[in-house]
């Protein structure tokens, strides 16, 4: 009896280990991940952050982009986040120039890749040709497109309208944003890219209103 407590107590030992490594190492085998989050940053805002590193792709006079990709990024059920799973070797120049009309910088599509895509246990050109086929699921909302002018909403009026376009993906949005306004926003998606809700863990903008800046 004695002996059979005391496996069950290491075997309850060792499992809880995992499960906290699995939750907070953010290591976990390339693959072993529940779900996408599909991150879509407002450019205006991003172009206007002092002390960042701006892509004229993205940030430069009259480009006028709205939402672009941040990045898909492998996620689990538990409020972990997978990151640098493997080694990853640079993202060849076929597939730069391919990925740049989704995320609009070089060196970002090398750090999504590093940090986020060698998690998905997909080869480079596979996990971005995911990335293209998460974005071209989503539909932007019309208003959302090239507004002129600055927009103040609560993040759940945000997330209607996303939802109004893609009812497939209900309590699949989530709005992030900083210093009152609108940052990005973030679609859950299954590993086939299905629509699903996102899980507890996925954090949701706290301000009562964000600030939309207008395109330029």
């Not at 280990?17 to 991003?46: E, H, K, N, Q």
């Not at 210093?179 to 590993?191: P, T």
């Not at 009562?208 to 207008?214: A, D, I």
Request: charged share 25%.
């Amino acid at each position: 009896m004695r002996i059979s407590v005391f496996l069950a107590l290491c075997f309850l030992l060792v499992t809880g280990g995992m499960a906290r490594s699995r939750r907070s190492g953010d290591r976990v085998a390339p693959g072993a991940f529940d779900y996408y989050i599909l991150s879509l940053s407002w450019a205006p805002d991003f172009c206007e952050r002092p002390n960042v590193q701006k892509d004229p792709r993205e940030c430069g006079p009259g480009r006028r982009l709205g939402f672009v990709v941040h990045g898909l990024w492998p996620q689990l059920e538990d409020g972990g986040h997978p990151s640098q799973c493997a080694p990853a070797r640079p993202v060849a120049q076929d597939i730069v120039q391919r990925t740049l009309g989704l995320i609009p910088g070089e060196g970002l599509i090398q750090h999504e890749w590093r940090d986020h895509g060698a998690c998905s246990g997909l080869p480079s050109a596979a996990y971005f040709d995911t990335v293209r086929r998460a974005y071209q699921t989503i539909v932007i909302p019309q208003e959302f497109k090239q507004p002129a002018s600055r927009a103040d909403l609560r993040p759940q009026e945000i997330e209607a309208k996303f939802v109004a376009a893609n009812p497939r993906f209900k309590d699949s949005f989530r709005v992030a944003c900083g210093g009152g306004e609108l940052s990005e926003v973030r679609v859950c998606m299954g590993k086939d890219l299905s629509a699903r809700p996102c899980s507890a863990h996925d954090s949701e903008c706290p301000a009562q209103r964000v600030g939309m800046l207008p395109v330029r």
